[in-house]
DNA sequence: CGGCATGTTGCGCA
DNA sequence: TTGCGCAACATGCC
């Protein structure tokens, strides 16, 4: 699921069930992913959500109260919505069950293969939600920020781009497809980069990221939502020749040798 | 069976 | 201090 554009529909999805409503029950069965059900029971039972946010790849979920519920799909978390009498689906690590102001109930489950996921609740914004960076989507994105950014380490670019510290909600799908289309080398030193290039890759950003939410919303099959991840070996979209594969950061990185060679 | 996977954290080492 | 490489986490899928 997760990657800025799959947890912004999923904010979308939990605000038009969440909204509003109040929570009439909490069932949290996996406590690695969700902590001890008590707290979380305590935290929300009674309450009513009064907004759904979402920075990078965190969301949260404010309630009446002042508490709120931080949410963080890990790599295969995802929020479905069910009738309250539905049986648990298979993957099920959590669910809340709310009534909507009109008497109409829904349950929310979260589901997560891997449960690398996280559920936190809690009275006040927590670091890792208060030390993300600027998120493209919510800040827009700025050249001259962006040059700071990468000119203040020397790392390789796509390392950059994916620090939720520096830029908040760029995994390895959107860091290699705005790499693929700014045309830039994944392995080039950050603070090497030239004001062109830099300018290409903040265009890539400002292109990439809502292309990819329109992708997604569309239920786009993800081999049609980006040119080079998971492509190795296939012809590069744009020159033909065959895309190559490195590993950086212990992540898979695909690039085309030839239009993304460094100068 | 082996290998790979959208994320994050922590450790050893240069 | 900074950055890199890698293992770990836990499971599904091809």
């Known amino acids: 699921m997760p990657e800025l554009t799959d947890v912004e529909i999923a904010r979308r999805h939990l605000e038009d069930w969440l909204k509003g409503a109040t929570v009439a029950r909490v069932e949290a069965s996996d406590e690695r992913v969700a902590g001890?059900?008590?707290?979380?029971r305590r935290a929300l039972l009674g309450k009513r959500v009064r907004a759904v946010r979402r920075r990078g790849k965190w969301l949260k979920i404010e309630l009446d109260d002042g508490g709120r519920l931080f949410s963080h799909l890990g790599m295969t978390g995802d929020w479905v919505c069910r009738k309250p009498t539905d049986s648990p689906e298979r993957l099920e690590r959590a669910r809340i069950d709310v009534v909507q102001r009109g008497g109409r109930t829904r349950s929310v489950r979260y589901v997560?293969?891997?449960?690398?996921g996280r559920l936190i609740a809690a009275r006040q914004d927590i670091p890792e939600w208060t030390e993300l960076g600027a998120d493209p989507l919510l800040d827009g994105v700025d050249v001259r920020r962006l040059e700071t950014l990468l000119q203040s380490h020397h790392r390789a670019v796509k390392s950059v781009l994916?620090?939720?510290a520096l830029l908040a909600g760029i995994g390895n799908m959107l860091a290699t497809e705005v790499l693929w289309h700014a045309r830039i080398d994944p392995r080039t030193p950050s603070d090497t980069l030239k004001r062109p290039e830099i300018a290409r890759i903040a265009k890539a950003i400002e292109t990439v990221v809502p292309r990819d939410l329109r992708e997604a919303s569309a239920?786009?099959?993800p081999e049609r939502r980006f040119a080079a991840y998971r492509r190795a070996g296939k012809p590069c979209p744009r020159c033909g020749t065959k895309l190559v594969s490195v590993s950086l950061d212990g992540r898979t990185t695909v690039f085309c040798p030839r239009c993304q060679a460094r100068s």
Do not use: I
């Not at 001890?36 to 979380?40: E, I, M, T, V």
């Not at 997560?112 to 690398?116: L, Q």
């Open 219 to 221: 239920q786009s099959p």
């Open 112 to 116: 997560d293969a891997r449960r690398f």
């Open 162 to 164: 994916m620090d939720q």
């Open 36 to 40: 001890a059900p008590a707290p979380l």
